[in-house]
């Protein structure tokens, strides 16, 4: 169906789920599920050396036990390279991607930020070994409206977001970068709304930005809070964050629901998630979610936390 909402939650396979990557599990879900749209599970799993074998099912089996039923096939980014590799081919074929020779040190001789040294240098293919492939980008960043957070103005105290600079698509050690993947793989998945954490906001006027210059439309974004352990610091695998514990499904949905800013009713009020979830999906209403980029989580408590640090 022409123009209907598209959802996904796309987790990377690094780490189990836990309390931060539920949150945003259930925002995309609801902002799906009361639009009448699919909600589409991709794993992330793009950066191989950081993901752990195992990890995805556990993530789709913590999802399953908290009534998160996704749509369609769980795509994995591993097993999409060949169509990430012809869609570069076309953009060097084309000239609008192009072999980059710079190291790190060279880039931070040009004050951290790109300067687009060998856009013009027509490095051929056979000469590219140890090359980076970048992006000819023809746009500006912008400031776009978010559903959640509302106007958001690209960062310019970030040397990458204070212009559009030529992204990289694949990285010199032959990684296909995440700027680009989670883009194509948006595009090819039809996703048209894209819910995610906040730790992600200041890359998003980028991402639109490569959108536009491959000639696609950015989808709608919505930003929702991110648990924190202390300003700036995520919680995450790298900080013993909890995995979601599943016999405490029910809790947790209300937790979620009550860290996003919703005055929701006890756990005892309902018979499961699934019920839960179903009020969760009536009660949604994105302008009601708490406007902070993060909220921190109390350290002590075992819901967030695996151990003392
Ligand atoms: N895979 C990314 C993460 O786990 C999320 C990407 C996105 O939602 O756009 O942080
Ligand atoms: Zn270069």
């Known amino acids: 169906m022409h123009n209907h909402y598209v959802g996904r939650f796309a987790p990377s396979p690094s780490g189990k789920l836990h309390f931060g990557s539920l949150v945003t599990a259930v925002a995309s879900y609801l902002d799906a599920k009361s639009h009448n749209g699919k909600w589409l599970v991709r794993m992330e799993d793009i950066d191989e050396p950081r993901c752990i074998a195992g990890v995805d099912k556990d993530i789709l089996a913590a999802l399953e036990a908290?009534?998160?039923?996704?749509?369609?096939?769980?795509?994995?980014?591993?097993?999409?390279?060949?169509?990430?590799?012809?869609?570069?081919?076309?953009?060097?074929?084309?000239?609008?991607?192009y072999f980059c020779t710079c190291t790190r040190r060279q880039i931070k001789a040009m004050d951290g930020m790109y300067n687009g040294h060998c856009r013009d240098k027509h490095i051929a293919p056979c000469d590219a070994v140890n090359c980076a492939v970048r992006l000819k980008m023809d746009d500006q960043l912008e400031a776009f409206i978010d559903v959640i957070m509302d106007n958001v103005e690209p960062d310019t105290s970030l040397p990458h977001t204070a212009r559009a600079e030529d992204v990289v698509l694949k990285r010199?050690?032959?990684?296909?970068?995440?700027?680009?993947?989670?883009?194509?793989?948006?595009?090819?998945?039809?996703?048209?709304?894209?819910?995610?954490?906040?730790?992600?906001?200041?890359?998003?006027?980028?991402?639109?930005?490569?959108?536009?210059?491959?000639?696609?439309?950015p989808p709608t974004y919505g930003h929702v809070p991110v648990a924190a352990v202390a300003p700036g610091r995520k919680l995450s695998k790298q900080n013993r964050a909890a995995p979601i514990d599943n016999t405490t499904a029910l809790d947790n949905i209300v937790r979620v629901m009550n860290f996003l800013g919703f005055a929701f009713p006890n756990a005892s009020e309902f018979d499961g998630v699934d019920s839960a979830l179903n009020h969760a999906i009536s009660m949604w209403d994105r302008k009601k979610v708490v406007k902070t980029a993060e909220i921190i989580v109390p350290q002590h408590e075992s819901t967030y936390y695996s151990g003392p640090l």
Do not use: K, M
């Open 172 to 217: 010199r050690d032959g990684l296909f970068s995440y700027n680009l993947v989670v883009i194509l793989d948006d595009v090819f998945q039809q996703v048209n709304h894209v819910i995610r954490g906040c730790d992600l906001i200041d890359v998003t006027p980028l991402q639109r930005a490569v959108y536009q210059t491959l000639g696609f439309t």
């Open 66 to 97: 908290h009534g998160l039923c996704w749509d369609d096939e769980v795509i994995y980014q591993s097993q999409q390279h060949a169509r990430y590799q012809a869609v570069l081919d076309d953009l060097i074929e084309q000239h609008r991607a």
